[in-house]
């Protein structure tokens, strides 16, 4: 199974900073097979990025998604009010579908 | 428009039977492979099955393996979650999700969610 290790656990921005979220995994992820997520309190996960650095429909452009291998990173750009939340990646290069631990971006 | 609907999460003894069901609706439901994940009480998700479209193969989380088994009705457009040998550990929020399609097996779409508490 993969382990997925997301830094910083929390993170505390100021709305327009630039935020820079980190998953690494425990092996390389084929074919960049790596996702990312928001999750807002009470809410179900919403896909943002897609196979590392696809923008998934209607996400705005301030997300992007880098990196291959075992090392990926989540930046958004210009933090929104609407973006503070938890974010989780998600490998699906392998059978076992694993989540990280999410990092939590709050106000500063 | 995409709709799941997840039901049946309820109160259950430890060691009890539960079955949760997700109702699919807006896309070919046979095209798609699914999955469930769940979210324990103020902690992140966890990726438990995955069912591929023809229902021929089934993987499971290594938590549940052997105790839950994934399934579907493509007939019903209805997507299953029998979970057998509960523990206190099982309680969570469980998740129907679709998965994106051409073979990415992350999710596009998710149910509301239907919680299972495994409480005496």
């Known amino acids: 199974e993969i382990v997925l290790t997301q830094s910083p656990a929390t993170l505390s921005l100021s709305p327009g900073e630039r935020a820079t979220l980190s998953c690494r995994a425990s092996q390389s992820v084929s074919s960049s097979s790596l996702a990312w997520y928001q999750q807002r309190p009470g809410q179900a996960p919403r896909l943002l990025i897609y196979?590392?650095?696809s923008r998934a429909t209607g996400i705005p452009d301030r997300f992007s998604g880098s990196g291959s291998g075992t090392d990926f990173t989540l930046t958004i750009s210009r933090v929104e009010p609407e973006d503070f939340a938890v974010y989780y990646c998600q490998q699906y290069g392998y059978s076992r579908y694993t989540f990280g631990g999410g990092t939590k971006v709050e106000i500063k | 428009e995409v709709h799941l609907l997840e039901s049946g999460g309820d109160l259950v003894q430890p060691g009890g039977p539960l079955r949760v069901s997700c109702a699919v609706s807006g896309f070919t439901f046979s095209n798609f492979a699914m999955s469930w994940v769940r979210q324990a009480p103020g902690k992140g998700l966890e990726w438990v099955s995955h069912v591929p479209g023809n229902g021929i193969y089934t993987y499971y989380a290594g938590s549940v393996k052997g105790r839950f088994t994934i399934s579907r009705d493509n007939s019903k457009n209805t997507l299953y979650l029998q979970m057998d040998s509960l523990t206190a550990e099982d309680t969570a929020v469980y998740y129907c999700?679709?998965?994106?399609?051409?073979?990415?097996?992350?999710?596009?779409?998710w149910g509301q969610g239907t919680l299972v508490t495994v409480s005496s």
């Open positions: 999700a679709k998965t994106l399609g051409n073979s990415k097996y992350c999710y596009d779409y």
């Open positions: 196979d590392a650095s």
